[in-house]
């Protein structure tokens, strides 16, 4: 099984249980601190091409940053702008095996990987 990467935050109790809950079944993870190593542009286009949902899940509406924007959570391109800008707006935890990738809300959700 290819590795996953799970983009993580571990101050976050979700991303914690997602990484708990990988290496629990032995799956090889390479973990990234996304706030200490944010996503480039490219890496963020391609992120969420191989993402399940809609963008706007994407979004953690509640934080300030994203509220001062007054930006529009179904419009690609203002959410990548926002999320390059503060990629503290980001959702997670994320996982992602390469070909898919899966917001981890709630964290059983990155377990679709698996199968």
Do not use: F
């Not at 996503?39 to 509640?62: C, F, N, S, W």
């Amino acid at each position: 099984m290819p590795a996953i990467t799970l983009l993580h935050n571990p101050r976050c109790s979700k991303s914690r249980e997602a990484l708990a809950l990988l290496e629990a079944r032995g799956i090889e993870v390479a973990v990234r601190r996304y706030l200490d190593e944010p996503l480039d542009e490219a890496e963020l286009r391609a992120l969420i091409g191989r993402l399940e949902g809609d963008i706007a899940g994407l979004v953690r509406r509640k934080e300030a940053e994203w509220k001062a924007l007054d930006a529009d959570t179904n419009d690609p391109e203002q959410v990548i702008r926002a999320i390059l800008d503060h990629p503290r707006i980001m959702e997670r935890p994320i996982a992602d095996d390469g070909s898919r990738a899966v917001i981890g809300r709630p964290p059983e959700a990155i377990l679709t990987l698996l199968a």
